[in-house]
Protein backbone atom coordinates (compact mmCIF):
# COMPACT_ATOMS: atom_id res chain seq x y z
CA UNK A 1 0.00 0.00 0.00
CA UNK A 2 2.59 2.38 0.79
CA UNK A 3 4.55 1.54 -2.43
CA UNK A 4 1.31 2.72 -4.73
CA UNK A 5 0.93 5.94 -2.61
CA UNK A 6 4.38 6.65 -2.88
CA UNK A 7 3.86 6.54 -6.54
CA UNK A 8 0.82 8.00 -7.10
CA UNK A 9 1.64 11.10 -5.08
CA UNK A 10 5.37 11.18 -5.77
CA UNK A 11 6.78 13.00 -1.95
CA UNK A 12 9.83 13.94 -2.14
CA UNK A 13 10.04 12.60 1.42
CA UNK A 14 8.95 9.72 3.33
CA UNK A 15 8.39 10.31 6.37
CA UNK A 16 7.69 7.67 9.36
CA UNK A 17 7.43 6.82 13.18
CA UNK A 18 9.22 4.22 15.06
CA UNK A 19 8.31 3.27 18.12
CA UNK A 20 10.44 0.60 19.44
CA UNK A 21 12.08 1.60 22.87
CA UNK A 22 15.35 -0.03 22.27
CA UNK A 23 16.43 2.81 19.71
CA UNK A 24 16.76 3.44 16.22
CA UNK A 25 19.12 0.51 15.60
CA UNK A 26 16.31 -1.71 17.00
CA UNK A 27 13.66 -0.33 14.86
CA UNK A 28 15.91 -0.10 11.41
CA UNK A 29 16.41 -4.10 11.49
CA UNK A 30 13.16 -5.06 12.15
CA UNK A 31 11.45 -7.01 8.79
CA UNK A 32 8.66 -4.10 8.83
CA UNK A 33 11.25 -1.33 7.82
CA UNK A 34 13.45 -3.72 5.86
CA UNK A 35 10.36 -4.37 3.09
CA UNK A 36 9.69 -0.29 3.39
CA UNK A 37 12.99 0.21 2.44
CA UNK A 38 12.42 -2.01 -0.70
CA UNK A 39 8.95 -0.96 -1.36
CA UNK A 40 9.53 3.08 -1.54
CA UNK A 41 11.37 4.38 -3.74
CA UNK A 42 12.07 7.14 -1.91
CA UNK A 43 14.50 9.64 0.82
CA UNK A 44 12.82 8.24 4.29
CA UNK A 45 12.93 9.87 7.25
CA UNK A 46 12.58 8.16 10.48
CA UNK A 47 11.56 10.02 13.22
CA UNK A 48 12.30 7.90 17.37
Do not use: C, N, W, Y
Amino acid sequence: MLREISRELEPDIVILGATHRRGIRAALRGAKMSRIFQAVDRDIFIVV
